[in-house]
């Protein structure tokens, strides 16, 4: 069963501390896997997207790692900031030839930075 | 232009009524997607038009019915909703309908609904 796990479920840290987030996902065949950052209320918004063959991709103080073997993806945040406070989504995508993509969602960790 | 609108921003409907929710885009993508999602909840795909064309329909009620005049406009008439209707409702567009690339779906904001 295609599935994407995230954990923690939420977090909180203080202003300017990093923190990782985790993704385990047993989607087959794999395509590509997404981290979102979603405010309350507003609509999914991307910070990385990487292919079987990427291990990291940073995106400002963003940085995201793969390992394809394990089936594990990271979310790294440095020097967190109030704006951060946000729920992250890792989404999966299945590969289905030249027919629809689809996208598996985990449920996302809440993450609360306090000042 | 990289953004995807939604209008109305919020929506308060009777359970008699009936509405529209529009999404708009202007990428050039050929894909356009409805999704529902409930609170502390993850999306849920509802409709995809690849091409003008409806190409899942994730065994959404009826009182739910989308429409994809052209390429750029993507609509979810709605009618008879239920209560448990209410949720954000967002839209996605992306290049294509394919996996073969990246294919990576832009989001719009989203438009809160309450049935009542």
């Known amino acids: 069963k295609n599935q994407v796990e995230q954990s923690p479920q939420s977090l909180i840290i203080l202003e300017g501390k990093n923190c990782t987030l985790q993704?385990?996902?047993?989607?087959?065949?794999?395509?590509?896997l997404r981290w979102y950052k979603q405010d309350t209320g507003r609509g999914p918004v991307s910070l990385t997207i990487?292919?079987?063959?990427?291990n990291t991709k940073s995106n400002g103080r963003y940085t995201a790692t793969l390992d394809a073997d394990t089936k594990q993806s990271s979310l790294h945040i440095t020097a967190s900031q109030l704006s951060d406070s946000a729920s992250y989504i890792c989404?999966?995508?299945?590969?289905?030839?030249?027919?629809?993509?689809?996208?598996?969602f985990g449920r996302g960790t809440q993450l609360t930075v306090w000042p | 232009d990289t953004e995807v609108t939604q209008t109305p921003k919020h929506l308060v409907m009777g359970m008699t009524n009936k509405k529209s929710l529009k999404c708009e885009q202007h990428?050039?993508?050929?894909?356009m997607y409805w999704y529902k999602q409930k609170a502390k909840k993850p999306p849920e795909l509802m409709f995809v038009?690849?091409?003008?064309?409806?190409?899942i329909n994730e065994s959404v009620p009826s009182r739910f019915s989308p429409e994809c005049p052209n390429s750029s406009l993507l609509n979810l008439h709605l009618h008879a909703l239920q209560p448990e209707d209410s949720a954000l409702y967002l839209c996605?567009?992306?290049?294509?309908?394919?996996?073969?690339?990246?294919?990576?779906?832009?989001f719009g904001p989203g438009t809160r609904l309450t049935v009542l």
């Open positions: 990487m292919t079987f063959s990427e």
């Open positions: 993704c385990n996902y047993t989607v087959s065949p794999f395509s590509n």
């Open positions: 038009y690849s091409y003008e064309k409806l190409s």
């Open positions: 996605a567009s992306s290049q294509d309908g394919t996996s073969g690339s990246i294919n990576e779906q832009f």
């Open positions: 990428m050039g993508h050929r894909a």
């Open positions: 989404v999966v995508s299945a590969y289905r030839g030249s027919t629809l993509g689809r996208l598996y």
